[in-house]
Structures are given as C-alpha cells and as structure tokens.
C-alpha cells in the first residue's frame, strides 16, 4: 500500500475531477427533458459551481504530483504519441467548455438551445476526459494496467460520482423535484447502475489479470491480496451511493432529502478513492521478468 499512497494526490485527481465531469451528464438530460422556471435554472447554476469546484480540485491535486509544475507544459509535446498528454488534453478542452458554459450560464443570458447544446457537449467530452484519464495508465512496463478494465472502471466512476454529485446539487438548488420526472428517474436510475457495473467490473477484471501475474520480485496474487480489504470498503461505499440516490430519486421525503444526497456524495468520493487506491496498489511492474 506504499505505492498507492504515494500516489494519493492522482487517486484524488482520478477521484474528483471524473466525478464533477459526470455530473454533466444528469444535468444534459435535465434540461433537455424537464420544463425548469427561470428562477431554478439560476439555483441550479448557482450550484453547478459544486461539480465545476470538484473538477477545480481535481486538476490541483495533480499538479502536486509533479516534481515542478512547469513540467506540466511539457506533457503537451506528446500529444497523439503520448497517453498522458492526451489525457491531459481531453482535461484542458473539457475543463474549457464546462467553464465557458458555467459562465455563461451565470450570467442569465444563455437561451435554451445554447444551454442544452453546451451541457451536452460538456457531457460528452467529460465522458471523454473519464476514458482517457485511463488510458493514460495503460503502459507497456505495467502490464497489470496496461488494459481497457482501467478506461472502463474510470467511466463507471464518473458516471455513478456524477449521479450523485447531479443530484446533490439538484437537490441543494432546492429542484430535485425534476428528478422524479419519469424520464429523469429512469435515466438517474440508468447511469447509477452502469457507473456501478462498469467501475467494480472493471476493477474486478483487472484484480483477476493481476493475480495471473507476476515477476521475480512480487506476486500479484499478492498485491491483490494486500489491497483486498480496500477494495470491499470502496465497493460497499459505491453500492451505498447507488443505494442512497435510487431512494432520492423514487420519492425519499423532502426533509431527509438533503441528508440522503449528501450521504451519497460522500461514499461516492470515498468509495471511488478507496478503489483508486487499491488500482495503484495493484502495480506490477515488468521487472525482471512475467510468469
């Protein structure tokens, strides 16, 4: 666990800034299904500024990733050979558009087909910027990452961290009413259950190629086993959000609504960082040989 923790601050930017880029998703399909009065759209912009902070956040963690933050330009050299620097590009174009739209958006002058286009398209390329974060770890010298389980497990993350990041801000916009919409509840319900599937599929495929392996150093039935328990914690934290948010969705009480989505965002981030822990716990590198 050495090397997961000293990787926590990408486990925090893999964490927050995917789930403040799914968010977007919820928010998409809101305003292209739901008639929203002039006064919650302002709360609901008001409160985008949650996900938009997360995203925030996330991009600062990993700047203290580097030995020196000019070294961040660099990255850039390597874009279309390099999969960091494509990550970090599809982060800069993703970051951008949720920025001009959440401006924008703010200043109340946004029609609604700007609206709608723009929270699409920072839906999409935030989907995007969750694919390539895991891409960028697929490297030919690690081959316990060096597979498509990690852009698959990202996407999950994203998706079932931005459900519940949607509704909170939803909710503390005092518009969570929206989301019991049938088309609301069964789309919320929809990206809950895939962010799910996908993020602990694609850990569990991973953690089972891992225990195939190993080099004349380590096992990785033994990194496996040693990032076991974290990897319950963070599924049970996962499964948890799910949980909490099918019960904000399909009629939980005003009263404890605030509560129920809070909770979940909680797990939520503590959930997918726990399972962003135990992903760098599972490094294995080529060594000196594979079995």
Request: hydrophobic content about 60%; proline content about 2%; overall charge neutral.
């Amino acid at each position: 666990m050495a090397t997961a923790m000293a990787e926590l601050p990408l486990a925090l930017f893999s964490t927050l800034a995917p789930m403040g880029a799914g968010a977007f998703v919820i928010l998409a399909v809101l305003f292209s299904t739901a008639k929203i009065d002039g006064d919650a759209l302002k709360r609901i912009d008001k409160m985008t500024a949650i996900p938009v902070a997360l995203v925030i956040v996330g991009f600062i963690a990993a700047f203290f990733h580097l030995a020196s933050p000019l070294n961040a330009f660099g990255v850039f050299a390597g874009i279309g050979a390099s999969p960091l620097s494509n990550e970090l590009v599809a982060g800069c174009v993703f970051a951008v558009v949720m920025l001009v739209y959440w401006i924008w958006a703010m200043t109340g002058t946004m029609s609604a087909g700007a609206r709608k286009g723009l929270a699409w398209a920072t839906a999409v390329l935030g989907v995007v910027f969750a694919w390539f974060t895991g891409m960028a770890y697929m490297i030919d010298t690690i081959p316990s990452w060096n597979t498509l389980a990690g852009p698959i497990q990202m996407v999950g993350f994203a998706l079932v961290g931005g459900a519940a990041v949607a509704i909170l801000t939803l909710t503390l916009a005092k518009s969570a009413d929206a989301l019991k919409a049938g088309t609301m509840k069964t789309t919320v319900l929809v990206v809950l259950v895939a962010g799910i599937v996908l993020g602990l599929g694609g850990l569990a495929a991973q953690a089972a190629a891992t225990s195939g392996m190993g080099n004349a150093l380590v096992s990785g039935a033994d990194l496996v086993g040693g990032a076991l328990m974290i990897i319950i914690c963070g599924a049970i934290c996962l499964v948890g959000t799910g949980v909490c948010d099918a019960f904000a969705v399909r009629g939980a009480q005003e009263g404890a609504l605030v509560g129920i989505s809070c909770g979940a965002a909680v797990l939520a981030i503590v959930g997918i960082l726990l399972l962003r822990l135990a992903f760098y716990a599972m490094q294995l590198s080529v060594g000196l040989s594979i079995m």
